[in-house]
């Protein structure tokens, strides 16, 4: 009987569907696919909106160039449960330092809990063994970000990729670059951001090589100073597009009460796919001590709702 561990498992499909997005419809076949999964409550809430916006510590995941705005230092974490065991985190760090560059390290991982594994039959039919397994991803990641011109910053990220599926393991290192530039003087009060992300030769399962997930990103954010208030509106835009899928389209939304409440709104369009179509929002609340906490709402029809929680400290 052929051993299909990897094509089989529902939840693991399920999760695909979610997160991945356009990766589960392409016609390419990409290795350590988890690096497409979204990170930060913020980002997620507005829709994956956030290559133009990137301005705290997300930006690691989005737009390195974007670490920049890091005026302090920031520590970020965040915790996802999803279907049949299946979890995913985060954690950040990211200072200032003393010659106004940013320096940011994070570790992101991805983890399947315990899977029932199946085999096929000679009548082509799926057979469970009585066995389980497990999946687990891990990625590490080291960040720059400086100031390149008087209106551009720029910013690149180096990654440690390591992927296992029960006794087979990969490895592989990649990167992102991206810019931040402001168009003021072009006579327009926008941010542009441009990123390309999971730069690298692949990822090798025993003898089979996997190209990585690359992804391009191109954003413009435009912000609206609330007349007599410290109230301001953030609005979002991007484009990506992740190997050979169709490209995606972000919308976002941000409205900052003062300096302590924000709310949040999203939409995406992942092409190729109208079951991928959704809303998002959320709110984020930050306290004079400089903790804050972020959530995201998510629904995904019949699979259910996700919800993301991260919890910042900037000191």
């Known amino acids: 009987m052929k051993n299909n561990k990897r094509n089989l498992v529902p939840a693991m499909l399920l999760f695909c569907l979610m997160e991945f997005s356009g990766v589960v419809y392409s016609a390419g076949t990409t290795g350590a ?23 705290d510590i997300n930006a690691m995941y989005w737009n390195p160039a974007g670490l920049n705005n890091v ?8 915790y996802i449960m999803w279907l049949e065991g299946i979890s995913s985190g985060q954690l950040a760090f990211a200072q200032k330092q003393s010659n106004g560059n940013v320096i940011g390290i994070g570790v992101d991982y991805l983890t399947s809990g315990t899977i029932e594994q199946t085999e096929i039959d000679t009548n082509s039919s799926y057979v469970a063994t009585g066995k389980t397994f497990s999946s687990n991803d891990m990625m590490a990641n080291v960040s720059l970000a400086r100031s390149i011109g008087s209106d551009t910053v ?12 029960e006794n087979e393991s990969a490895s592989s290192y990649a990167g992102d670059v991206g810019i931040l530039t402001d168009l003021i003087n072009y006579d327009l009060p926008l941010m542009l951001g441009i990123s390309v992300q ?9 003898q089979d090589t996997e190209t990585l997930p690359m992804t391009y990103r191109v954003g413009l954010s435009y912000i609206y100073m609330v007349a007599k208030s410290e109230d301001k509106i953030n609005l979002a835009f991007d484009v990506s597009k992740a190997g050979s899928n169709d490209m995606d389209l972000h919308l976002g939304a941000e409205y900052m009460m003062g300096k302590s409440i ?3 709104a999203g939409y995406k369009k ?7 179509t959704s809303l998002s929002g959320g709110f984020g609340y930050i306290d004079k001590s400089g903790i804050g906490l972020d959530y995201a709402w998510v629904p995904y029809g019949d699979l ?10 900037r000191f």
């Open 33 to 55: 696919d988890f690096l497409n999964i979204g990170v930060g409550a913020r980002p997620i809430a507005m829709g994956g909106a956030y290559a133009g916006l990137s301005d």
């Open 71 to 78: 005026s302090g230092r920031e520590i970020s974490g965040s």
């Open 154 to 165: 720029g910013g690149v990220s180096l990654k440690l990729i390591q992927c296992k599926i």
């Open 198 to 206: 999971n730069l690298g030769s692949g990822i090798k399962y025993t």
């Open 262 to 264: 924000a709310l949040r």
């Open 270 to 276: 992942s092409g190729g796919s109208e079951s991928l």
């Open 304 to 313: 259910g709702v996700a919800h993301r929680i991260s919890i910042t400290n």
